[in-house]
């Protein structure tokens, strides 16, 4: 990455105060999309503002007819929160679909429809329940907010506040993902408002939009059979080596029947499509923003303080405002187990636990972690005893390579923390971060079963 400043400002005010004063600077949130780009010299940002833990952009609440989601609530609060479950199933169950467990947990809803991607899966149900995006100035409306790849209408220094959903009668969103990054192949998102009937595509095109004859005809009869034969033009879809134009328009027309369907046959339907995902069953604590004057925390040569604890020991550092926690952990602190494989945010072997939540070391700033609690591989086995999920990987040879290991078992820790005895669905979806490119998972697979029988015999879960 390039040099750039760091700021975690004070309020909401201070942030965009500096967004103002520097049009080269940029906001991070969960950072899932910006710090890869940054990483590739895609993007050059002279200052990151760091906004995700600002409590003006926090908060799920139900107002009238209207769900509103705070810009910086994360996909996993999201996915977990009652009262997004209650009013829009089918929101939740987006937000519990997105790639893997550690872009859910860091990955927010503001910087998903700020980047505008053309595969991600919020835009479909942003476009599809009618959703007003509320920024610092103005509402912009869905109709209006999208406006092609990697494009929407925010101007350079705006920032999105919340996104206000109209609850819908029902809905249901089906999604074709790819089976390695998640992303939506073609995902479609079908609202039913009685009067009305929105649905919007994603992964198919250059940006999300709605299929307007899918919509008259749901308008006048809302069952399956009234877009069995519902064709999508590939003119103008996305080609590429996934997939070409014509069979993302038949993933759009397969989708759609099975959104129309899940809706249909339940009543009140939340579908995520093909793939069920499951969701956390305990909720995740989310850390309290640790704030901090810039001029106080910066040493004479430049580099940013930074506290820590790792491991169950405290820290006192200065770094570069670029150091990745990856780089600090093993080039600052030794802790080479710890490894970097792709170094792009796709295989997990980076995985270490951010007060107790797994999240890929690659793609975290370590001054995203001040005042963090920070556990690695080297944290996990006791004196003489290595944890329980490390003895199950060695029994059942669950530890074929070696190299993307320890990211395998902070995975599965993680894993077995919120499903004490998962079933192999959970078990892929928990892993689904974590990539194995020499054997299989059968044998993984299998360790994590018996971590897991171990960890209940001790009491552990
Ligand atoms: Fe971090 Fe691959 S995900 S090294
Ligand atoms: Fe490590 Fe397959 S077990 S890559």
Redesign the pocket.
């Known amino acids: 990455m390039y040099p750039f400043t760091y700021h975690r400002p004070g309020d909401l005010a201070d942030a965009l105060s500096r967004l103002a004063a520097d049009p080269d600077a940029k906001l991070l949130a969960g950072g899932m999309t910006l710090l890869p780009s940054m990483k590739h010299r895609l993007s050059a940002p002279s200052q990151l503002i760091d906004i995700a833990g600002l409590p003006e952009l926090r908060g799920i609440r139900r107002d009238g007819d209207s769900l509103v989601v705070g810009a910086a609530c994360r996909y996993v609060e999201i996915a977990d929160d009652p009262a997004v479950t209650a009013a829009i199933p089918a929101l939740a169950q987006v937000a519990g679909s997105i790639g893997d467990p550690q872009v859910r947990l860091r990955g927010t809803l503001g910087g998903s429809i700020a980047n505008s991607d053309p595969a991600a899966d919020f835009p479909a149900a942003v476009l599809a329940l009618a959703a007003i995006v509320q920024t610092d100035r103005r509402e912009i409306a869905a109709d209006d907010y999208f406006q092609g790849m990697f494009t929407t209408a925010l101007v350079p220094d705006e920032l999105i506040r919340e996104i206000r959903f109209a609850i819908a009668r029902r809905a249901a969103y089906a999604k074709f993902h790819h089976p390695a990054s998640g992303y939506a192949m073609t995902g479609v998102f079908v609202a039913d408002f009685g009067e009305t009937v929105r649905v919007a595509v994603t992964g198919a095109g250059p940006v999300v939009f709605r299929w307007h004859e899918a919509e008259a005809a749901l308008t006048r009869d809302f069952r399956p059979a009234a877009v069995a034969g519902l064709k999508l033009p590939p003119a103008g879809l996305n080609a590429d080596m996934h997939a070409p134009a014509a069979y993302r328009a038949q993933l759009a027309a397969v989708m759609l029947q099975q959104a129309v369907t899940e809706i249909f046959s339940a009543g009140s339907g939340s579908a995520a499509g093909g793939v069920a995902r499951p969701r956390r069953t305990a909720p995740v604590p989310v850390r309290a923003a640790q704030y901090r004057g810039d001029g106080a925390q910066r040493e004479p040569d430049g580099r940013s303080r930074l506290s820590l604890t790792v491991n169950g020991r405290r820290h006192d550092l200065a770094v570069e405002d670029r150091t990745l926690l990856a780089d600090l952990l093993r080039d600052e602190l030794g802790l080479t187990g710890t490894h970097l494989g792709c170094d792009t945010s796709q295989c997990g072997c980076c995985t270490v636990h951010l007060d107790g939540q797994a999240v890929k070391s690659c793609t975290t700033l370590a001054l995203q972690t001040d005042g963090a609690d920070i556990v690695t591989i080297e944290g996990l086995a006791t004196p003489g005893a290595l944890h329980p999920v490390q003895h199950a990987f060695s029994a059942c040879h669950g530890?074929?390579?070696?190299?993307?290991?320890p990211g395998?078992i902070m995975a599965t820790t993680d894993l077995l923390a919120r499903h004490p005895d998962p079933t192999d669905a959970q078990i892929r979806d928990g892993l689904a971060g974590n990539?194995?490119?020499?054997?299989g998972y059968v044998n993984?697979e299998a360790a994590v079963r018996t971590a897991g029988a171990a960890l209940r015999h001790r009491g552990d879960a």
């Open positions: 530890l074929q390579c070696g190299y993307c290991t395998m990539l194995c490119r020499c054997t993984i």
